[in-house]
């Protein structure tokens, strides 16, 4: 019984921030490299934030590069995404991921190869 679990999401202003996190449970927190995803109405499923099991290796996309940040707290088993200077066009359903089998100090691009994921956190920035 693995359970992943986002929260945080909401209605922001253009400009405005928003910290989103994800708890997961049943599994190892530390046997997982993490990743956030997001997807418009629309759109396809696009990778905007990674981290490794150790949380010392991120990779963030030159789409929002800058103005996201991810960070994880293994102790408490939560993953975190801090959104800056969000635009309208960051509007979508904030998914959280977890990847086994990867190294301490690896990330994972391909949305494919996640085990879990969560059922989303949607995020509104408002024009």
């Known amino acids: 019984q693995v359970q992943v679990v986002e929260s945080g999401g909401g209605l922001v202003q253009v400009g405005g921030s928003l910290r989103l996190s994800c708890t997961a449970s049943g599994l190892t927190f530390d046997d997982y490299a993490m990743g956030w995803f997001r997807q418009a109405p629309g759109k396809e499923r696009e990778g905007v934030s990674y981290i490794s099991r150790s949380g010392g290796v991120t990779y963030i996309p030159d789409s929002v590069k800058g103005r996201f940040t991810i960070s994880r707290d293994n102790a408490k088993n939560t993953l975190y995404l801090q959104m800056n200077s969000l635009k309208p066009e960051d509007t979508a359903m904030y998914y959280c991921?977890?990847?086994?089998?990867?190294?301490?100090?690896?990330?994972?691009?391909?949305?494919?190869?996640?085990?879990?994921w969560g059922q989303g956190t949607q995020v509104t920035v408002s024009s």
């Open positions: 991921a977890a990847r086994a089998s990867l190294g301490y100090n690896e990330y994972d691009v391909i949305y494919a190869n996640y085990n879990y």
